[in-house]
């Protein structure tokens, strides 16, 4: 669907699954306000690839734990086009950590994880509600976790965050309609460079693998395949939907095992 002239923030959108959201929002005539902590040089090509498309980029480094990077954030991409429509939060974090070993977290790392997976998503969302109400519509995408549903991934932490957003997801919707649409998408395995930069080429192969040939559909999980789902919600064909939770996996939750690197 075409949504020619509308405004998207994407958070964690240098590389991965937030690049190919904005690259696909993009596509369909969104302008897109790509959003990096740290990897700038990332966060360049990927504008570039936006404005590629024929649309209007805006290049905004903020920490999304942080509640005045959140407000500078939407400050921005209100001034530069008086509105905002959409608002992914996609960027997130995780320590990895073996379930069994209870000792293997910490107090802090429980902190660092919430900060922003949980705590960042509900500022970004206060940030743009009143942009989006005073436009009388927008739609909130956050980027949970099948992690959240099922309990397992790379540790506890990081299954009790996405369990944290995907109930604030409900809670959210119901605050904030009828003006804003809020829904989850609960990814399973993806194959990007956050698992193969710190697990190794190796392991990382290994896991596509296992992927292919154990989940139902027998693929493992792209960019792009998530960044269809999230997209969806962003646009009128989702106009009946929020406080939806959408499980995106290839089927692996119908025959769940905890995913590990082993």
Known sequence: MDMT??????????????????????????????????S?????????SCA????????????????????RLAQEAGDK?????????????????????????????????????VVGPYQMVRAVAPAMKAAGMGAVVNVSSIA??????????????????NTMTLSLARAL?????????????IGTRWFSDRLGPETFAKMVATQEKT????????????ADAVVFFCTEGARH??????ITDAGMHLGMAPLTAR
């Not at 700038?40 to 570039?48: D, I, L, P």
């Not at 996609?90 to 107090?107: K, P």
């Not at 939907?241 to 959408?246: D, R, S, V, Y």
């Open 5 to 38: 002239g509308k405004v998207a923030i994407v958070t964690g959108s240098a590389m991965g699954l937030g690049a190919a959201v904005a690259q696909k929002l993009a596509a369909r005539g969104c302008n897109v306000v790509i959003n990096y902590s740290k």
């Open 40 to 48: 700038r040089s990332e966060a360049e090509t990927v504008a570039e």
């Open 52 to 71: 590629a498309a024929g649309v209007e980029t805006l290049l905004v480094q903020a920490d999304i734990s942080k509640d005045g990077d959140c407000r």
């Open 81 to 117: 086009w008086g509105r905002i429509d959409v608002l992914v939060n996609n960027a997130g974090t995780s320590v990895f950590a073996d379930h069994r070993d209870l000792d293997a977290l910490s107090g802090e790392d429980f902190q660092y994880i919430y900060a922003l997976n």
């Open 148 to 165: 959240g549903v099922m309990g397992v991934g790379s540790s506890i932490a990081y299954a009790a965050s996405k369990g944290a957003l």
């Open 177 to 189: 309609a009828p003006e804003i649409r809020v829904n989850a998408v609960c990814p399973g395995f």
């Open 215 to 226: 989940t139902p559909l027998n693929r493992a999980g792209t960019p792009e395949d998530i």
């Open 241 to 246: 939907i929020t406080g939806e939770t959408l």
